[in-house]
């Protein structure tokens, strides 16, 4: 799997629910969790791999690989925390992001089994930046303008040399 660059307007899109969950979504998984960790990332949603489909996959820190099919945000803290993040669309480029501390997802994995994950930290951070990717939303679209027009410049720059 190829991941898309800051640019290609699939990023742009919303991604469609998986219906229904069949078995060929356990070898999709298991080529985004590749993509994933060949990329050194820590998150990977399926419109990042060209899939306008919803569902994305993580790997934190020294946690298991973890997919999430047809997510849904059910709530967020009211604490914010600012944090440094990156993705893989828009390689090099690093930005400090306001998100929730903590949040509560329901999904199911990639064998149709549901399930309700509590976190925070950067499982927390990077769970609702690539659930973002699901909407369309690029973690630069939550900067400010200066600081968004800022990055883009030098990313630009960083393609042209």
Request: charged fraction near 30%.
């Amino acid at each position: 799997m190829d991941i898309l660059r800051l640019g290609d307007e699939t990023l742009r899109q919303k991604a469609e629910p998986v219906k229904p969950i069949g078995p060929e979504y356990r070898q999709i998984a298991a080529e985004m969790i590749k993509a994933l960790h060949d990329g050194r990332g820590i998150g990977l949603a399926g419109p990042q791999v060209g899939l306008l489909k919803r569902i994305f996959v993580v790997h934190v820190e020294d946690d298991l690989p973890r997919v999430f099919i047809n997510p849904s945000i059910i709530g967020t803290s009211q604490e914010e925390a600012r944090y440094e993040e990156g993705c893989l669309s828009i390689p090099g480029m690093y930005a400090e992001v306001t998100r929730p501390v903590s949040v509560k997802v329901q999904a199911w994995n990639e064998r149709g089994r549901p399930f309700t994950l509590e976190a925070d930290g950067i499982l927390g951070r990077v769970i609702l930046h690539e659930y973002d990717h699901l909407e369309g939303v690029l973690f630069i679209d939550r900067l400010s303008e200066p600081k968004r027009n800022s990055l883009m410049r030098k990313y630009e720059n960083r393609k042209k040399a």
